[in-house]
């Protein structure tokens, strides 16, 4: 059985995202994120969203464990950030029901959601410059980068919150990110 673990950025809704993957049938730890990378045992990560991109923790060293690493809103930022992107406020903040427009239909992670998918958006900063390997995956009025793949590393992040109802494709992205787990 596959185990993917999420790690604790104390974000509002770092549970939900481990009651999503439980649900699906997926084992699944939710662990704090000072756990020695040495001390993780799973088939892949979810950097869990959170307030504050200066308390994350340990989660730089996690991309490096060589397992699948999805990065959900504020996770998505210690990626980016982490491997050289750029991080930094948001023209609009996204609070808010967001239609995004996905650029990849070959993307392991969003392509069977192409061209389009409804989420629920809740974050003042953003990615404002993608990590070097990185390719955009999709994009949104109110985000240039909604969510970002590095195929060839295994890392990947949505700005949106796929484990709230509001995103209507929430669970194919998780039965997606498995995909890529099991591989």
């Given at each position: 059985m596959?185990?993917?673990?999420?790690?604790?950025?104390?974000?509002?809704?770092?549970?939900?995202?481990?009651?999503a993957l439980r649900d699906m049938g997926i084992d699944t730890e939710l662990i704090d994120n000072e756990t020695p990378p040495e001390e993780i045992d799973a088939d892949g990560l979810v950097l869990s969203g959170g307030p504050d991109i200066d308390d994350i923790g340990r989660c730089?060293?996690?991309?490096?464990?060589?397992i699948p690493v999805l990065g959900i809103c504020l996770g998505m930022q210690i990626i980016a950030d982490e491997l050289g992107g750029r991080v930094?406020?948001?023209?609009?903040?996204?609070?808010?029901?967001?239609?995004?427009?996905?650029?990849e239909e070959d993307d392991p992670l969003t392509g069977s959601l192409y061209p389009e998918t409804r989420v629920w958006a809740s974050h003042a900063?953003?990615?404002?410059?993608?990590?070097?390997?990185?390719?955009?995956?999709?994009?949104s009025d109110v985000c240039g980068v909604e969510s970002m793949s590095n195929t060839g590393r295994d890392l990947y992040g949505v700005q949106w919150h796929p484990e709230v109802a509001h995103t209507e494709e929430g669970e194919e992205l998780f039965e997606n990110f498995r995909a890529i787990c099991e591989e």
């Open positions: 596959t185990k993917i673990d999420v790690v604790d950025n104390h974000g509002q809704f770092t549970h939900l995202e481990q009651r730089g060293e996690y991309l490096d464990l060589d930094g406020g948001g023209e609009y903040g996204g609070y808010a029901d967001v239609t995004v427009e996905l650029l900063d953003e990615v404002k410059e993608l990590p070097a390997g990185f390719e955009l995956t999709g994009k």
